[in-house]
């Protein structure tokens, strides 16, 4: 049998969004397989993390270059952009509780590409007076990734609708962000 790595870090990604603290035997029965074809693809749980780290990082790369950032109004791009990501909401908000991922002089340079592709939204926003100038790009690009992370988290313990995902970040965020008329 041929073991699909992308289906194992499917389900991988599905089972540690919701028990981040799940053990690479959980991990390998939520994907079907036995531990030891797991240790083949996955030397352990840092390196399973890290694959998880790619495509998290990858697919975060999709939904901005999906959501065209440069088009438009900064409020439909952001639209845009929050439906583009909500697929990914719980490995992205997985992936952000790992501090692993974010210490020491190893940390993957694809943060720092998302990173930068969202600053530079928020920034253009701001030279176009459509967002608050008194909050950084840098401030408004983390409250974006923990109002998805939240999000994600909230529609999978069903305290929010999933329908209301994308309503209720962007309507928070832009509430937050919005440059008002008596400034």
């Known amino acids: 049998m ?6 194992v870090l499917r389900s991988a990604a599905a089972l540690l969004t919701r028990k981040s603290t799940a ?3 959980e991990v390998a029965k939520a994907a079907g397989i036995g531990r030891a074809t797991l240790h ?14 790619n495509l998290g990082i990858q697919e975060f790369e999709v939904a901005l270059d999906a959501a065209a950032l440069d088009e438009g109004p900064s409020e439909q791009a952001l639209r845009r952009l929050i439906a583009a990501v909500e697929p990914s909401a719980g490995l992205l908000s997985f992936l952000v509780t790992e501090n692993q991922l974010f210490e020491g002089d190893e940390m993957n340079e ?24 008194d909050l950084t790009p840098a401030w408004l690009t983390e409250a974006l990734y923990g109002l998805v992370s939240t999000g994600a988290w909230a529609v999978q313990a069903g305290r929010v609708a999933g329908q209301d995902f994308q309503y209720m970040i962007v309507e928070l965020l832009l509430g937050g962000a919005r440059r008002s008329v008596e400034q």
């Open 110 to 133: 694809g943060w720092n590409r998302l990173d930068a592709r969202v600053s530079a939204f928020f920034r253009r926003g701001q030279e176009r007076g459509e967002f608050r100038i």
């Open 2 to 7: 041929t073991v699909d790595r992308e289906q």
């Open 40 to 53: 083949r693809h996955f030397a352990g749980r840092d390196a399973l993390v890290r694959a998880l780290e």
């Open 23 to 25: 053990t690479m035997d």
